[in-house]
Nanobody
Framework: QVQVVESGGGLVQPGGSLRLSCVAS????????MGWYRQAPGKQRESVAT???????NYDDSVKGRFTISRDSNKRTVYLQMNSLEPEDTAVYYC?????????WGQGTQVTVSS
């Protein structure tokens, strides 16, 4: 079994920053792709940033230049540094790890950007 736990969400003013953390644990042997997704009210879940097992990163166009995904040396912790936050970034942010073709998700952490 694999567990995924996110933390670091909260309320921030436009232009502010937040750092999300995600820890994956359990039956994980090796390095697997991980990523951050978000879902705003009334919208579908969308990819925000992903990092491959080799460290290659990909970003949605809406966050390029503002968000940075990184991985800890243990390979099971990923971070999402979010700068220059905009009200449109308000959503529940979910962490994902894909282990041997199966997706595991965390419970999500709320990010609200508002003045």
């Amino acid at each position: 079994q694999v567990q995924v736990v996110e933390s670091g969400g909260g309320l921030v003013q436009p232009g502010g920053s937040l750092r999300l953390s995600c820890v994956a644990s359990g039956s994980i042997f090796g390095i697997y792709p991980m990523g951050w997704y978000r879902q705003a009210p009334g919208k579908q879940r969308e990819s925000v940033a992903t990092i491959s097992y080799g460290g290659t990163t990909n970003y949605d166009d809406s966050v390029k230049g503002r968000f940075t995904i990184s991985r800890d040396s243990n390979k099971r912790t990923v971070y999402l540094q979010m700068n220059s936050l905009e009200p449109e970034d308000t959503a529940v942010y979910y962490c994902n790890i894909r282990v041997l073709g199966r997706d595991y998700w965390g419970q999500g952490t709320q990010v609200t950007v508002s003045s």
